[in-house]
């Protein structure tokens, strides 16, 4: 989180994390590699400083953060230029991936609608990813406390622009101009809890890609459903709904991808979805076995050592 004193002058940044981001490819599976790869040299050099990684999507023992010392008046009038930055404190109690899909060539009026379409089934397909069951020191209640604080005040879905006179204004946005020309065309889902499996975002990828590439899924939506999302994180598959309608986009994605050799990424979601469960109830049996936070988070990351 960056602060300022009186102008556009950074004189602090309040660090969150450590971000490992990917080069970009054509080919899903090259880029869990990389980011297999970067993960476990972030791990080597972590252990050396006698740091272990842990999965976090939500912190699980404070509800608020609060800048110290508060927001100045620059500040917060600068918070009211653009919606993001409105609610710019809920990132930074959060930990979750940006999986991207650029389509070159895609005119503004394609990617916008693929952006609605992304953000419509948003609830829906979140529950794949669930992993921020714990709330200020216990269990929450429900199985992403992420989603349920963050979708909604916070854009599922943004696309990047080239021209700015086809921006539409949405609150959160949903498109922003390209900053730099590799940004032109990208489609970027926000809404998904991070995961210990690396492996998982292939699969959530190979699902985003089904989606973008189906012509059946009619729902579209500027705006992420904020109580939708809420019901989505407290019940995730559990909820009829949910269930049914991730049914439907699973398998329509599937038909998308039919002669893509990404299909085949998609059985791992297939068998999350028959077994209404989701990584999120994983912890909770660690939990509800140790009553500790700690201990059922140190068995994560188990999987991800692996290309």
Not at 135 to 150: E, N, P
Not at 188 to 208: H, I, M, R, V
Not at 270 to 288: G, H, N, V, Y
Request: glycine share 4%; with cysteine; net charge neutral.
């Amino acid at each position: 989180m960056e602060r300022f004193a009186d102008s556009d002058e950074v004189i602090d940044c309040i660090p969150k994390g450590i971000e490992i981001r990917t080069t970009i490819h054509g080919d899903i599976q090259i880029a869990i590699a990389e980011l297999t790869e970067s993960f476990n040299l972030l791990r080597q050099i972590a252990a050396q400083f006698n740091f272990t990684p842990v999965l976090v999507s939500f912190n699980p023992y404070h509800a608020v953060f609060e800048p110290h010392p508060p927001l100045n008046d620059y500040e917060l009038k600068r918070r009211q230029i653009y919606p993001e930055k409105q609610t710019a404190i809920i990132p930074m109690l959060t930990l979750d991936p940006d999986l991207n899909i650029s389509i070159p060539g895609c005119s503004s009026e394609h990617l916008i609608a693929l952006g609605k379409k992304l953000t419509y089934y948003s609830p829906y397909i979140v529950p794949f990813s669930f992993s921020s069951p714990f709330y200020k020191g216990d269990l929450w209640g429900g199985l992403s406390i992420r989603t349920f604080v963050r979708t909604g005040a916070r854009p599922a879905t943004m696309v990047f622009l080239e021209k700015r006179e086809d921006l539409i204004k949405s609150t959160p946005s949903l498109p922003k101009v390209a900053r730099i020309p590799a940004e032109r065309g990208r489609i970027e889902f926000k809404a998904f809890d991070s995961c210990d499996d690396f492996q998982l975002y292939g699969a959530l990828l190979a699902l985003l890609k089904g989606i973008i590439l189906d012509e059946s899924l009619p729902g579209r939506i500027m705006i992420p459903d904020a109580k939708m999302h809420q019901l989505s994180a407290s019940k995730g598959f559990d909820r009829p709904d949910i269930f049914s309608e991730a049914t439907k986009v699973l398998q329509a994605a599937e038909a998308a991808l039919k002669d893509d050799g990404d299909v085949e990424l998609l059985s791992r979601l297939k068998e999350s979805l028959s077994q209404r469960k989701t990584p999120a109830d994983r912890l909770i049996e660690r939990f509800k076995s140790s009553r500790s936070i700690a201990a059922a988070l140190q068995q994560t990351y188990i999987m991800s050592t692996d290309a």
